[in-house]
């Protein structure tokens, strides 16, 4: 079962609940429920024994701890976490990573990003699945592959397209 952290911004500050559960979604739903703060996943650990690895957490955090298994910290103090586990850890990506939301001054797409909470590069996380384990350039294939979901992609697909040789 994983150990995730759902947070939830509670007037000025940001407050987040470590738990485990079998379907987070589902979880994030019924926490939800009777909630009127937007609640929003902000990342899991799998684990062999996630009632040990969310008492490690509730521990980490006490000094942090806001009432039961909700603690004052932002999504940012979660991001180590996530980190550390490596391929076990995962955020929860942005629903279209390679939405375009602008260019820079030179005329490069600039895309949405993984993380709804800060920048992530593709060393750190893989944009298809979340996993902490990243994308890991093969030189063999010139292209990028996630340990996780399998993704193996050289983000061609993502470039704005050539012009022709008629349009030229």
């Known amino acids: 079962?994983?150990?995730y952290f759902i947070s939830q911004v509670e007037r000025d500050r940001i407050v987040t609940k470590i738990g485990k559960a079998k379907?987070?979604?589902?979880?994030?739903r019924e926490l939800q429920t009777g909630n009127p703060t937007l609640l929003e996943v902000v990342g899991w650990i799998t684990s062999d024994d996630d009632f040990a690895?969310?008492?490690?957490l509730h521990r980490?955090?006490?000094?942090?701890?806001?009432?039961?298994?909700?603690?004052?910290?932002?999504?940012?103090?979660?991001?180590?976490v996530l980190m550390h586990a490596g391929i076990n850890g995962f955020v929860a990506k942005n629903a279209d990573a390679?939405?375009?939301?602008?260019?820079?001054?030179?005329?490069?797409?600039?895309?949405?990003?993984?993380w709804n909470w800060g920048d992530l590069e593709l060393e750190e996380c893989c944009p298809f699945c979340g996993c902490m384990c990243g994308m890991h350039?093969?030189?063999a294939s010139w292209m990028h592959h996630c340990l996780n979901c399998d993704a193996l992609t050289d983000f061609s697909?993502?470039?704005p397209p050539e012009p022709d040789d008629e349009m030229r």
């Open 137 to 139: 350039f093969q030189d």
């Open 60 to 80: 980490h955090f006490a000094t942090r701890r806001v009432s039961g298994e909700w603690f004052d910290i932002q999504p940012g103090d979660a991001l180590p």
């Open 157 to 159: 697909e993502l470039s």
């Open 23 to 28: 379907d987070i979604q589902k979880r994030r």
């Open 1 to 3: 079962m994983p150990v």
């Open 98 to 114: 390679f939405e375009i939301v602008g260019y820079d001054r030179d005329a490069v797409p600039e895309y949405l990003g993984v």
């Open 53 to 56: 690895l969310e008492r490690t």
